[in-house]
């Protein structure tokens, strides 16, 4: 089967990781309730910044957050290896600028990630992003943002959510751990 994951908030958890050193960049504490009710993917307004603020904020912090201790969520490593290992091909659909292609697919082979350069992409929009999700023909696609799956038509692939208080409202699978899929693979197969 061929499985497609979204790394960002799907196998490693870069918002939370950018909560915390916003605090610390901006000397702010913020309760941590109020990041996991947070309706929207964009953290920033928890620190009273407007968007463009934010869009700022976040460039300055990339190269923190994508390549020093972000954590990656419990399982997610193991799993692809399992499923690398037992025949599956593993695609990796991102939508980090392009110019982080390289540096970040090193990033997830020192993390233990199982990457093949061949089904690595990087650097689309939403629309090119489920573009080439559709021409891959993936059986399974794993994503935390909505504005990607609700766009997911393709009839044979399940698209499973990785749970984020941001996409609670759409009713597809989900599932909180990754210790969660290989029941919800048995259970598709039945």
């Known amino acids: 089967m061929k499985f497609g994951f979204d790394i960002d908030d799907t196998l490693i958890n870069l918002r939370e990781y950018a909560f915390g050193l916003y ?52 399982g997610a490593v193991e799993l692809l290896q399992k499923l690398e290992r037992q ?15 390289e540096r970040t697919k090193t990033w997830m082979k020192q993390q233990g990630f199982p990457v093949a350069d061949s089904r690595f992409y990087c650097g689309m929009k939403d629309a090119e992003k489920v573009h080439i999700i559709e021409k891959l023909e993936l ?27 941001y996409n609670r409202h759409l009713a597809h699978p989900r599932i909180a751990h990754w210790d969660e899929l290989e029941p919800l693979l048995s259970k598709n197969r039945n």
Request: net charge negative.
């Open 23 to 74: 605090q610390e960049k901006l000397g702010r504490k913020v309760d941590a309730s109020h990041f996991h009710e947070l309706d929207r993917v964009e953290i920033h307004t928890l620190f009273g910044m407007t968007d463009e603020e934010g869009h700022h904020m976040w460039n300055s912090v990339l190269e923190e957050l994508y390549y020093t201790e972000c954590p990656i969520y419990p």
């Open 139 to 165: 059986d399974y696609y794993f994503d935390d943002k909505p504005a990607v799956v609700e766009h997911l038509t393709r009839g044979s692939l399940t698209v499973v959510m990785k749970d984020q208080s």
């Open 87 to 101: 025949g599956h091909e593993i695609y990796y659909l991102t939508a980090r600028p392009g110019k982080h292609a």
